[in-house]
């Protein structure tokens, strides 16, 4: 009886013991899935038509860790890409049309830009753009609601402030999107703002001699976008000739456009008007891609990959990676 009693006392106690027990902390696995969207697509009977691109490639990255996704820059490291997020986050990884090591691993590496908390810090971290410079392995990165770019040491453990005056004239929200090195040394940044209040096409560039210096004063250009499109991101093919990526957000969901100009037309105060080769609307692949860059692949092929920003949004938008080659 008294073994009963106790029993029965110890249950009773069991659901204040349990609500007062804190919470566990959540998971947070560094490592990032990668779901193989190719096969998916081919059974369709349809692979889906861009223009005189095709998709050899397309994948859906996934984690659970907070740190991953919204990726708004993608570029070239060390054998590996990278790519950063609206919220700090960092990420390299290997290509997943590569190879790998171990069957069935894909590499990854997930981290942080600064160890700081974006809610209670007013400090930069909506990194929006991501460039690595011809010769070196340091990081220059752009971000949103900053007249400043960041260098970052390949192991991000020696970080410089670049101050850039010019960016300071670009309203809030509407920073650089785009930005790549060229191979002639030259930094190229394209903004999201409008250049003109009357005319919706065209966007502000900057061009730098060689890596931005601390308030330098830049030369200026202008892109004129596809109507109804902002430019996203610039990379630069292996055989010299620049892209510019736009992206569309209307009723229907998000488009994109991938256009070509050639790196002479980047000169001060000239008007570029690069052409249309590519246009993602199909639905199962269509996404917020404002990451780009180029590869040039062992048959001597460039291919243009493309990342997505979840925009925090991971029920309702998702992190894609394509591949896209120029039809033969």
């Given amino acids: 009886?008294?073994?009963?009693?106790?029993?029965?006392?110890?249950?009773?106690?069991?659901?204040?013991?349990?609500?007062?027990?804190?919470?566990?902390?959540?998971?947070?696995?560094?490592?990032?899935?990668?779901?193989?969207?190719?096969?998916?697509?081919?059974?369709?009977?349809?692979?889906?038509?861009?223009?005189?691109?095709?998709?050899?490639?397309?994948?859906?990255?996934?984690?659970?860790?907070?740190?991953?996704?919204?990726?708004?820059?993608?570029?070239?490291?060390?054998?590996?890409?990278?790519?950063?997020?609206?919220r700090g986050g960092l990420l390299w990884f290997a290509r997943p049309d590569q190879p790998l090591d171990r069957p069935g691993f894909w590499r990854t590496r997930l981290t942080r830009l600064f160890n700081l908390d974006w809610h209670t810090h007013h400090?930069?971290?909506?990194?929006?753009?991501?460039?690595?410079?011809?010769?070196?392995?340091?990081?220059?990165?752009?971000?949103?609601?900053?007249?400043?770019?960041?260098?970052?040491?390949?192991?991000?453990?020696?970080?410089?402030?670049?101050?850039?005056?010019?960016?300071?004239?670009?309203?809030?929200?509407?920073?650089?999107?785009a930005m790549t090195r060229l191979a002639d040394?030259?930094?190229?940044?394209?903004?999201?703002?409008?250049?003109?209040?009357?005319d919706r096409t065209l966007h502000p560039g900057l061009v730098f001699p060689g890596e931005p210096r601390p308030r330098e004063t830049p030369a200026r250009f202008t892109v004129r976008m596809p109507a109804g499109y902002r430019p996203t991101e610039l990379a630069q093919m292996p055989d010299g000739r620049l892209l510019v990526l736009g992206r569309n957000f209307g009723f229907a969901g998000f488009r994109s456009v991938i256009a070509l100009f050639a790196p002479s037309d980047v000169r001060p105060w000239a008007t570029i008007t690069p052409s249309v080769i590519a246009r993602i609307g199909d639905p199962r692949i269509r996404e917020n891609y404002e990451g780009m860059t180029v590869t040039r692949e062992a048959d001597g092929s460039q291919a243009?990959?493309?990342?997505?920003?979840?925009?925090?949004?991971?029920?309702?938008?998702?992190?894609?990676?394509?591949?896209?080659?120029?039809?033969?």
């Fill in 185 to 198: 040394g030259r930094t190229v940044i394209v903004g999201e703002v409008y250049a003109r209040w009357l």
């Fill in 123 to 177: 400090y930069p971290v909506d990194a929006e753009a991501v460039a690595v410079g011809p010769g070196t392995r340091d990081l220059l990165v752009a971000f949103e609601d900053a007249s400043l770019l960041e260098r970052f040491s390949p192991d991000l453990t020696r970080q410089t402030r670049i101050p850039v005056p010019a960016l300071a004239q670009w309203p809030p929200n509407q920073g650089p999107e």
């Fill in 1 to 86: 009886m008294r073994a009963f009693k106790l029993t029965l006392l110890i249950l009773a106690l069991l659901p204040a013991v349990y609500l007062r027990a804190p919470k566990p902390e959540p998971v947070r696995d560094p490592r990032v899935g990668l779901v193989d969207l190719m096969p998916a697509l081919r059974a369709s009977g349809r692979l889906p038509d861009t223009g005189v691109l095709q998709v050899i490639g397309a994948w859906q990255m996934r984690s659970g860790n907070p740190d991953f996704g919204n990726f708004s820059g993608l570029a070239q490291t060390g054998g590996a890409f990278v790519t950063v997020g609206d």
């Fill in 304 to 328: 243009i990959w493309l990342i997505s920003d979840s925009n925090e949004m991971v029920w309702a938008q998702r992190t894609l990676l394509l591949k896209l080659r120029l039809k033969p």
